[in-house]
Nanobody, 120 residues
Framework: VQLQASGGGLVQAGGSLRLSCAASGFTLDYYAIGWFRQAPGKKREGVSVISSSGGTTYYADSVKGRFTVSRDDAKNTAYLQMNSLKPEDTAVYYC??????????????WGQGTLVTVSS
């Protein structure tokens, strides 16, 4: 059972990246997916959440209008499209899967993290 986050990299400010969160060993159909990030020296923070149905999404105020969360259950994968990236978006991004969609809920599975670096 594993979640694999990928798609991070180095990008200039204003650029875009798409992160993927692929599940293996279990199906994502019944799970909400949360995206979190942790910058050096800072606490982990919630970025975006998508419900198991895909019908409900949440975004942190800092990324609203720039990031879009989605899921493709046929591919057992969730995505985080990040546009208009800013240097303050630099962090390790994690995906997580859990029964409930929210910020302060328990997530059963966590990916290993993928590093996003935005240069100014």
């Amino acid at each position: 059972v594993q979640l694999q986050a990928s798609g991070g990299g180095l990008v200039q400010a204003g650029g875009s990246l798409r992160l993927s969160c692929a599940a293996s060993g279990f199906t994502l159909d019944y799970y909400a997916i949360g995206w979190f990030r942790q910058a050096p020296g800072k606490k982990r923070e919630g970025v975006s959440v998508i419900s198991s149905s895909g019908g409900t999404t949440y975004y942190a105020d800092s990324v609203k209008g720039r990031f879009t969360v989605s899921r493709d259950d046929a591919k057992n994968t969730a995505y985080l499209q990040m546009n208009s990236l800013k240097p303050e978006d630099t962090a390790v991004y994690y995906c997580a899967a859990g029964p409930l969609a929210g910020w302060d809920v328990e997530y059963d599975y966590w990916g290993q993290g993928t590093l996003v670096t935005v240069s100014s």
